[in-house]
């Protein structure tokens, strides 16, 4: 089975036809969530995620978004950004994304693929980070498949664990600007926490969009990166009327 695991989608359309466009054949696709806030096309990126989505955890802007929680504790810019979107967003994808529900959530595997957990941020609270091995630690410990797909960070990569041995993961790429991809063998023994990156805000200085496969026979995860249409989805959000700062940091990738 091969899964199609996206995260951080954030209203960027164009990653998101991008990275549809670049992913091959898939089975299932498990979406981590912060489908919203940010970009520019709130609508029309639920329009085409939801009916594709087999299974989707809510972020936190997700929920910001559609009114379940205040925006406190989110900085002025991305405040701004989720009570545009909360405007922007149509009743029924707002009715909609009040229903996604909380990670972490465990997903069907057909065979005997290894079990998997999908959760936002960290499995063990949905608003935490998981940006280094300390954040990373007692989830590896504690979660009950040896495998766990979080986002949040908009960083690509993750945290693996052997016995005694533990490291980050971070795929490597040799170029900026066209299509690429990196393969994580994950070996029966090993605990994984695997982030595919964010498809509409990448933040590890990287402008491509980012998202994972997930392949159970094989017992691999491929990472990929995907140029996207950056004009477009930088014009999206400056004719909203978004901040400038939203628009300039997709080229940073940060
Ligand atoms: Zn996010």
């Known amino acids: 089975m091969r899964a199609l695991i996206l995260s951080d989608i954030h209203a960027n359309l164009e990653a998101l036809t991008a990275v549809l466009g670049a992913a091959g054949e898939w089975d299932v696709l498990w979406n981590l969530g912060d489908m919203v806030g940010y970009g520019g096309s709130p609508n029309e990126v639920l329009d085409v995620v939801r009916p594709l989505s087999t299974l989707t955890v809510r972020g936190n802007h997700d929920r910001v978004c559609c009114g379940l929680t205040s925006a406190v504790g989110f900085n002025p810019t991305a405040r701004g950004a989720a009570m545009w979107t909360q405007a922007e967003l149509s009743p029924e994808n707002l009715a909609w994304l ?17 079990k998997v957990t999908l959760a936002h941020g960290s499995p063990l609270n ?15 410990q504690q979660m009950t498949t040896a495998i766990t797909f979080v986002g949040h960070t908009h960083v690509q990569g993750g945290f693996s664990q052997k016995e005694h041995d533990w490291h ?4 490597r790429y040799g170029g900026r600007n066209e299509a690429e991809q990196w393969t994580l063998p994950v070996p029966p023994g090993t605990r994984e926490l695997i982030n595919p990156g964010s498809v509409g805000q990448p933040r590890d200085a990287d402008w491509r969009a980012a998202f994972a496969v997930y392949d159970t026979e094989a017992a691999e995860v491929v990472y990929h990166r995907v140029p996207y249409d950056l004009t477009a989805a930088q014009g999206r959000i400056l004719m909203a009327g978004l901040p400038e700062r939203l628009a300039a940091r997709l080229r940073e990738g940060r």
Do not use: K
Not at 126 to 140: G, K, T, V
Not at 168 to 171: G, H, M, N, S, V
């Open 168 to 171: 980050e993961l971070r795929p």
């Open 126 to 140: 949905e608003d935490h980070y998981i940006s280094n091995m300390r954040d990373a630690w007692a989830p590896l």
């Open 98 to 114: 009040r229903e996604v529900p909380q990670g972490p959530v465990y997903p069907e595997i057909e065979g005997d693929g290894a």
